[in-house]
């Protein structure tokens, strides 16, 4: 299974948005990437991400 790179913007509580790379297979749920982003987000010392996922863009790039 070929593994592909995903952008995934979060928005957060300081009006700015923290993009993501993520890497996964071309039949990844929208959902999977969206936590994978936001969990990496939740550990650095960045301003809390919203945890809502209507808000995050997702993008495939590779």
Known sequence: ???RSW???LPAVDGKQY?????APDD???A???WHAW???DES???R???AFDAAVIRRVG
């Open 45 to 47: 010392a960045l301003p």
């Open 49 to 51: 991400a919203w945890d």
């Open 32 to 34: 999977d990437l969206f």
């Open 39 to 41: 969990h990496c987000h």
């Open 28 to 30: 990844a749920l929208p």
């Open 19 to 23: 993009v993501y790379r993520v890497y």
């Open 1 to 3: 299974m070929e593994r």
């Open 7 to 9: 952008l995934v913007a």
